[in-house]
Nanobody
Framework: EVQLQASGGGLVQPGGSLRLSCLGS????????MNWVRQAPGKGPERVSAINSAGELITYADSVKGRFTISRDNAKNTLYLQMNSLKPEDTATYYC??????????????WGNGTQVTVSS
């Protein structure tokens, strides 16, 4: 079965950094685009970033552009999100999700567990 296991969240001060990881299993990871989506308390989901299967095409939400970096290691079936210069408004539950079709269409068919990121002094 398809599984996506996110980890790496935690409590960090403003300006700090975290790296999230998402380990995929039960499917051919290297052939799928992947997404990071976050949901803040009382807010709707926001796609933070996406990366195509080979890591050649990448998108970022305007809110994180220049601060976050998405990457993947297909040999390890792992997706990453490096988050730098964190702001309180980055506080959210972060999910990895498998792309349905291209990353451009924003479709997602499988979601992993959420990992909590809290940015606070």
């Amino acid at each position: 079965e398809v599984q996506l296991q996110a980890s790496g969240g935690g409590l960090v001060q403003p300006g700090g950094s975290l790296r999230l990881s998402c380990l995929g299993s039960g499917f051919t990871f290297s052939t799928y685009g992947m997404n990071w989506v976050r949901q803040a308390p009382g807010k709707g989901p926001e796609r933070v970033s996406a990366i195509n299967s080979a890591g050649e095409l990448i998108t970022y939400a305007d809110s994180v552009k220049g601060r976050f970096t998405i990457s993947r290691d297909n040999a390890k079936n792992t997706l990453y999100l490096q988050m730098n210069s964190l702001k309180p408004e980055d506080t959210a539950t972060y999910y990895c999700a498998r792309a349905w079709g291209t990353i451009a269409n924003s479709g997602m068919d499988y979601w992993g567990n959420g990992t909590q990121v809290t940015v606070s002094s």
